[in-house]
């Protein structure tokens, strides 16, 4: 009778959840519509702010896909992402009596055995579970990463609306077409709840970023690891943006700024893997004095992309045809990524985007991540490429493409906040230099292979 009546609770929190999301979406949906018909829009700021309360009031699957979307260009109108993209820092934690009966679902009846201490305040909270602070028996401080209930079961939901959203949108603009990015954000979704998953990403991590004594990355605890259960070591930093409101002096800025870029960068053109969520809240920085050193503290291994070797070296390509001005490479470059049937027009549109991502890189000297103070022209380049692919009919970007481009755009805005001013032009050589794509090949199988990360989808 317990298993039914908690069946039926689940069923009717499912049915409540589709309820509020359908009505939510759909109610916006049909005033985008009409704005879009009538040439009416001052509604849609308004229309975002409710999405993100409703959304992060779920605290589910749907509002880590809103987080994703806020930060890929054009996947929403703009209103949307800006305010999507606050949805991380204001998620509500969830009480001790919560807790409790989910670690008792994950490690038994016995749990607070394996602790010697254990927070009953969340230290931290975001879409698909909590952080708690704890001590193991032997003193070791850990940090245990604990998923909401039903999120396995409340997620194709969300997809399902997920993709009735983004199919409106889609008829109303064809500059983007989302199908791949959809089937790709649905399959990082569906992996980034199994925390048996994660553990061995952060594994192949802490593998891949060995050599980089600027990175801290934590190690998890295995034998209280589990699908839904996270226990890892607990790093002390202080959150990125935290230190960013105190305006730190340049050279402290500026050895932020280089942690940052090789933990991204070198798992990428090293191994061809890729963490997904640029999100500052995964950023910690380190108290240079402590035992350990280090400089930043990278966190949340639930999003991470495997990429073939020919793709990483179809970023190398298009790089290079940025700078020799080479539009045949260019073109290699993108049908090595998956695009196809891309026109002339198609192509000097999407050349706008590329010679954007890529001008830092261009320049031998220490300067900032962009030439001019104007915090608009990022947006101002996403809006002339937006209508330059309206008007040559569309593209279709492929999946492998998604979290490429979210990453750039996620970073590059990290690196304008911290006003970092690095020879970006040597530290990007400084990693492609000896490319090979069977290099990369032998250490991804054998990174992959020591970690124990299963294949993905």
């Not at 997904?276 to 380190?286: A, E, I, K, S, T």
């Not at 999946?399 to 001013?421: K, T």
């Amino acid at each position: 009778m317990a298993e039914r009546a908690d069946g039926a609770a689940s069923l009717v929190g499912q049915v409540s959840r589709l309820a509020r999301t359908t009505t939510a979406v759909g109610g916006i949906a049909a005033r985008v519509a009409g704005a879009r018909l009538f040439g009416a829009s001052g509604q849609r700021g308004v229309d975002a702010g409710e999405l993100r309360a409703i959304l992060g009031g779920l605290k589910g699957p749907l509002m880590k896909v809103a987080q994703f979307l806020s930060a890929i260009p054009d996947a929403l109108p703009a209103e949307y992402a800006a305010e999507l993209s606050q949805l991380q820092a204001n998620a509500p934690p969830m009480g001790f009596n919560f807790v409790r009966r989910r670690m008792a679902s994950e490690l038994g009846g016995d749990w607070q055995k394996h602790f010697s201490e254990f927070g009953h305040e969340a230290a931290a909270a975001a879409s698909l579970g909590q952080v708690h602070r704890a001590r193991l028996a032997d003193g070791t401080k850990v940090a245990c990463k604990l998923q909401y209930p039903d999120m396995a079961s409340v997620v194709e939901a969300d997809l399902r609306q997920l993709k009735l959203a983004m199919a409106l949108y889609k008829r109303l603009d064809n500059a983007i077409d989302q199908e791949e990015i959809f089937k790709e954000l649905s399959v990082r979704l569906r992996e980034e709840l199994d925390y048996r998953r994660e553990s061995a990403q952060m594994r192949l991590y802490g593998l891949m970023l060995a050599d980089q004594p600027s990175v801290r990355v934590p190690v998890p605890v295995e034998h209280l690891c589990t699908g839904r259960l996270l226990t890892m070591g607990w790093l002390d930093g202080r959150p990125l943006l935290g230190v960013l409101a105190e305006d730190p002096p340049e050279e402290e800025r500026n050895r932020i700024a280089e942690a940052l870029f090789r933990a991204w960068y070198v798992p990428l053109y090293r191994y061809g893997v890729i963490h997904g969520d640029p999100h500052p809240g995964n950023y910690q920085v380190r108290d240079r004095a402590a035992p350990d050193g280090g400089d930043l503290n990278l966190l949340d291994f639930g999003v991470i992309r495997v990429f073939q070797p020919h793709f990483i070296r179809g970023v190398i390509d298009l790089y290079e045809a940025v700078r020799d001005n080479d539009p045949e490479k260019a073109r290699h470059a993108y049908e090595t990524w998956g695009f196809s049937g891309l026109s002339r027009e198609t192509m000097e549109v999407l050349n706008l985007w590329a010679q954007f991502l890529y001008e830092p890189l261009l320049e031998d000297r220490v300067r900032a991540i962009q030439n001019n103070d104007d915090p608009d022209y990022g947006r101002r380049i996403v809006e002339k490429v937006h209508h330059g692919l309206k008007r040559v009919g569309g593209v279709k970007p492929p999946r492998e493409f998604v979290l490429m481009d979210r990453a750039a755009i996620g970073l590059g805005s990290v690196f304008l906040r911290l006003r970092a001013r690095l020879n970006w032009h040597r530290l990007f050589h400084s990693l492609i230099a000896d490319f090979s794509a069977g290099g990369l090949a032998a250490r991804q199988a054998a990174a992959l292979s020591d970690a124990r990360v299963p294949e993905a989808a």
